[in-house]
């Protein structure tokens, strides 16, 4: 089992494009990249905190390539927004992999270059070392699935799943 940790806007949209997956073992929502001990999802979402909104992707490799998390990792969001996916504005919403090692790191960047071939402009996803991962509340964790009819998971969670779940077909898990 592998573990990454992405950012790429609103936690949610990754949480529910991730699961979607075959081998996708765990999803868990949090924040990493900022400075205060045990944030709360109020003081993240002020920007004051640093953090960035992100999943802890596990995933069994035998089942999904690496390659497949991280190239649906740049299909589920636009790394060319800085600070920002869509109406979500904020350094919390920024594009950043966190990476705990030096594997990971050339893994990050080699996928970051493949994204650069299929987006137009340049790329602003951050790639740094994984500090501490905070998990986030309990109403935060698979929320697309407790919340399926709320109007975000609709207008916006949805349509990333199903990008996903089309671009990854050979991964996708049965619905």
């Known amino acids: 089992?592998?573990?990454?940790?992405?950012a790429g806007g609103?936690?949610?949209?990754?949480?529910?494009?991730y699961r979607a997956l075959d081998g996708v073992t765990e999803?868990?929502?949090?924040?990493?990249?900022?400075?205060?001990?045990?944030?709360?999802?109020?003081a993240v979402c002020t920007g004051?905190?640093?953090h960035a909104e992100a999943v802890a992707v596990t995933f069994?490799?035998?089942v999904?390539?690496?390659?497949v998390i991280l190239d649906a990792f740049f299909t589920m969001h636009d790394p060319r927004q800085l600070n920002r996916q869509g109406n979500d504005i904020g350094t919390q919403?920024?594009?950043?992999?966190?990476?705990?090692?030096p594997e990971q790191k050339v893994d990050f960047e080699a996928a970051r270059d493949r994204a650069?071939?299929?987006w137009e402009g340049p790329i602003v996803t951050e790639i740094s070392p994984l500090g501490e991962f905070y998990r986030a509340e309990e109403y935060h964790q698979d929320f697309f699935a407790k919340n399926p009819t709320q109007g975000y998971c609709m207008a916006v969670a949805a349509p990333k799943v199903v990008k996903v779940r089309k671009r990854f077909a050979q991964y996708a898990k049965s619905a």
């Open 48 to 50: 004051a905190t640093g």
């Open 1 to 6: 089992m592998r573990t990454y940790v992405l």
């Open 116 to 118: 650069e071939e299929i």
């Open 27 to 42: 999803v868990v929502s949090g924040y990493t990249g900022g400075t205060t001990v045990f944030p709360s999802y109020e």
């Open 60 to 62: 069994d490799e035998t």
């Open 64 to 67: 999904v390539p690496a390659d």
């Open 10 to 17: 609103c936690f949610w949209c990754l949480d529910a494009a």
């Open 93 to 101: 919403y920024r594009s950043a992999m966190f990476y705990d090692g």
